[in-house]
């Protein structure tokens, strides 16, 4: 989900988040917010993150049950990398990663 990524990057120390179907007009508002000093998640995801909702916490708490080695490899995943590369990166085998 969106807002696991989301929350993810900031915590990582990202000052924004953006899908990568967002527009100029939503891009242009993030930097706007960014440059005040603020950090900038759009409308939606603030809310999914915000809401409590129980399928949220539910994310979160999964994401906290992942292995050291697993959040590795997600990160890298999320950066786009392939399985090929991570394996190679993190020298175990490709089906590991998969």
């Not at 950090?39 to 992942?66: A, C, D, P, Q």
Request: aromatic letters at 4%.
């Amino acid at each position: 989900p969106e807002e696991m990524y989301a929350l993810n990057a900031i915590k990582a120390g990202a000052a924004a988040y953006l899908s990568k179907t967002a527009s100029t007009e939503i891009l242009s508002e993030a930097v706007h917010q960014v440059a005040r000093g603020g950090i900038y998640l759009n409308k939606e995801i603030s809310e999914k993150i915000n809401s409590g909702t129980t399928r949220s916490n539910n994310l979160v708490s999964r994401y906290k049950k992942l292995s050291t080695r697993e959040i590795e490899v997600l990160n890298l995943l999320s950066t786009g990398k392939r399985n090929k590369d991570i394996a190679e990166a993190l020298d175990i085998n490709e089906k590991t990663v998969s």
